[in-house]
């Protein structure tokens, strides 16, 4: 009786143990992290490789997405350069051409407690906080006026540089011009030839329309 008492004790913590083994196991992988998106921007002055930020920015980030499987960046040019300042790309063409945008203006997430670092890019907009849709623009230095602020919003930080720094040193420090109505125009033509996405997650979030938008922009130097 009392074998067959320490056979049934020995068998319960078996299985108890098997559960737990199985819990951990389902933990893990549940709360395993999730390689971010990264997008790679193939210029005429070489390769940029941006990792997204699909948590802190979802909406900027599922736009970006969106575009950049829409082939919308493919030809597109870096059309205002400042150095120790931003580079910005997204809205024209070679010609200095306007490209439309395709997708509703998107909600301002500057308020996602990512600072507007070197390296760091974020979405270019009007005066208008919810006016950003295809523009965006990569920090040439740290630029913390660009942050928000207690009752101002300021410029959505969605992503990094993780590779090509020196690429975006190099599209910074290019000559400019001033082209009719266009400030700080290279020069020499640096365009996006395609952007292509590396690795992604899927984002989805509600799509909110704010409105007409045109003539984004990062804020003035």
Do not use: W
């Not at 993780?162 to 000559?175: S, Y």
């Amino acid at each position: 009786m009392n074998k067959l008492l320490k056979l049934s004790v020995l068998s319960l913590v078996l299985t108890l143990s098997s559960i737990c083994l199985a819990t951990e196991l389902v933990t893990e992988t549940s709360t395993a992290k999730t390689p971010a998106p990264q997008v790679l921007l193939s210029t005429t002055m070489g390769e940029i490789v941006l990792e997204l930020y699909p948590d802190a920015a979802p909406a900027s980030v599922d736009n970006f997405i969106s575009y950049v499987e829409d082939k919308f960046y493919d030809g597109i040019i870096f059309h205002r350069v400042i150095k120790n300042f931003m580079i910005q790309a997204g809205g024209h063409r070679f010609d200095m051409t306007p490209k439309a945008p395709t997708r509703p203006p998107i909600v301002n997430e500057s308020d996602n407690g990512i600072k507007n670092l070197r390296g760091t890019v974020a979405m270019a907009r009007t005066r208008i906080p919810d006016s950003a849709t295809s523009q965006f623009f990569i920090n040439h230095k740290t630029n913390s006026s660009l942050d928000a602020q207690k009752g101002r919003p300021g410029y959505a930080v969605f992503a990094k540089v993780i590779k090509g720094m020196d690429v975006v040193d190099k599209i910074a420090t290019t000559k400019t011009e001033n082209l009719e109505r266009y400030g700080n125009v290279p020069v020499t033509t640096v365009s996006i030839i395609k952007a292509r996405i590396v690795n992604t997650t899927p984002v989805k979030v509600a799509e909110k329309s704010v409105g007409k938008n045109d003539n984004q922009k990062a804020p003035k130097k």
